[in-house]
């Protein structure tokens, strides 16, 4: 007990002495504090201090006292100026044809004026595009990896590729089978899905096939965003067919199809004759009277468009519509072009109320327009492209409407597309000269696997 006693006394100790310890800290603290008040009541009452006797300085001069080794300059403003810089040598670059080279001494530029000129010869060179004339021909928008694409490198040029010169010729022997072809071409297919990895230009070439077909004096329907079909605006159940409107999205299919399609829907009379049923408005609610919207046997395409977009009751029936007046036309050939496709395959961001506390999904194929537009099971000729930036998910290799054989692989750069794309990044100054050398872009090319938004971020980082 004794013992025991005395090891409890021996542990309680240190507490003890660092509680007084603790206790003396705080009591000097405390008597400083004190003292700082005692002195600044003294300072109020009027004694002089040493701080009074000072000379005020003024603070612009402490601005400019400051070294200039600790001055910094704003990111912003150098990056800025590092752009300016850039673009001036770019445009002292476009004097000197000796920098368009690419490897092997090949021309870094093809001299092509159309893309329905491109041969194999012309693929693995870069194609100058106008962007005054992108906008007037893709009015719709340009993909977001084309235009990323020209804005890093300060040029509105692209390259071409075989899968493009390929993806074009199948649709031009779909629209014209007397075109003379070799004994062992492709077969010829009027529905492909491309699919591919991440970053592998697949909507980049239905811009550009689109942009092809409307200058060969097609008639295109494109959906850049074929996401926002089944996400945004209004949603009605439809009494009539049991399925749900989106006025505001068909509003803007109508639109988008008018903009450059307007003289060739002038020219094209109206097949279906049927009248278009009614639904809700977008915000309106229900049509009063009639609920149906007659068609006249003279009326053209460009008339049932602006008669879509004039009544908001008839948007959804107008497109819907559209689908099977498209199927008919003869007198030109006829391309869907659908990119984002794959959200096509999924459900929506809609939902159904089932119980108070409860609502389910409604899934896109329950969607009035999504529903007329996504089968590729007919003649027509049509074209999608999945999109990884949906973040849909993988899809199964068979899809509902759609033929067994469509769904293509989209390739990402080979090496010898990625020597030109590098050659091309080291013309618009985004790799300096004196790093820029065969083993520096084969590391680049493995490390990025061919994606090209990778690609074109690592290029500047060779040392």
Known sequence: MMLRSLLRAATAAPPLLKESQWQLSFCRSMASKSKSKSKSKSSKKGKPTKEKNQTKVDPKEKKEKVPEEIQTVSPSVSAAEEAEKRRRLLAEDDKNPALDVGPNGRPLFTSIPSLSMLTKEDTNAYFKFSMKELKEVLPEGLPMGMMKEFEESSRSALLMRQCFVDLRDNFRRAADPSIAVKPRAPKVRKQIVLDGPLSCGKS????????????????????????EWTHGGLFYKNPQTGLWDT?????????????????????????ALDPIPLGEGAGVGPPKGSDKMQISPDSTLCELVEAGLSNTHAAVGVVVRLREELSKVTSVPVLIAI??????????????????RSCVPIHAKDV?????????????????AFSHSTAVGKLRQELPDVPTDARIHFP?????????????????????????????????????NGNGTELRYLVPFMR
């Not at 980049?204 to 942009?211: F, G, N, P, S």
């Not at 990119?339 to 108070?356: A, G, I, K, L, M």
């Not at 750069?413 to 990625?418: G, I, K, Q, V, W």
């Open 204 to 227: 980049i070439a239905l811009a550009m096939l689109v942009h092809w077909a409307r200058k060969e004096g097609w008639l295109v329907l494109y959906v850049p965003k074929g996401r």
């Open 247 to 271: 006025p505001v999205q068909a509003a803007n299919i109508l639109r988008d199809f008018l903009k450059y399609n307007k003289s060739i829907l002038q020219g094209l009379k109206c097949n």
């Open 339 to 356: 990119d984002q496709y794959n959200s096509w395959f999924t459900f929506t961001e809609f939902e159904e109320p089932v119980t108070v």
């Open 368 to 384: 009035a327009i999504v529903k007329a537009f996504r089968p590729m099971a007919n003649d027509d000729m049509m074209v999608g």
């Open 412 to 448: 990402r750069y080979t090496l010898d597309e990625a020597a030109t794309v590098c050659h091309y990044y080291l013309r618009q100054r985004l790799v300096k000269r004196d790093a820029f050398t065969e083993d520096n872009w084969k590391k680049i090319f493995y490390l990025s």
